[in-house]
């Protein structure tokens, strides 16, 4: 049998609802399940809405995970940086060899073709990863920058037909 809802329950649920504790938060702590509770607030006329704050909660998080995108932007474009600063620097490389398979190392001016290939596609992997997590100012793709040009290039021509007319009529 279910135990009756007491005046003692709704000043429970009416005090810890003015300390915003949530509905399940209420439950446990007087001892009542979830629809109980909300049972109670319905007649007391509370809610357990929470939309303005959990927009302003989305919205921290949003921001949050935008600077942390940034973060990690910033350190693949400096990883990228570092390994392009690899592609004509002097480097030693080592390998086993021989019958008696002994390791043996070289100085070179600069990594071999393959290593330097290696080091551009990598290179090139981090700085395009961290144009997507922060694009570049002035566009995010070349469609924009193409339609920022045109849009340039038409208002020039307007202007030099502008200048034009007016030579022809003085």
Known sequence: MRKPITDADRDQVRRLHAERKSRN????????????VSKI???LDLSFERGPEVVAATEARRVDLAGRRQQLAEALHESAERLHRQLFAPCTIGAF????NVWSEQDLDRPTFADQRQILAATSIAIDKSLKLAPAEGG???NQVRSMLGT??????DAFADDEGADDGG
């Open 25 to 36: 938060e209420i439950a446990r702590i007087i001892g009542r399940s979830g629809s109980t």
């Open 41 to 43: 607030a319905a007649d």
């Open 97 to 100: 060899g021989g019958k008696d």
């Open 140 to 142: 995010e793709d070349a």
């Open 152 to 157: 340039l290039g038409e208002v020039l021509a």
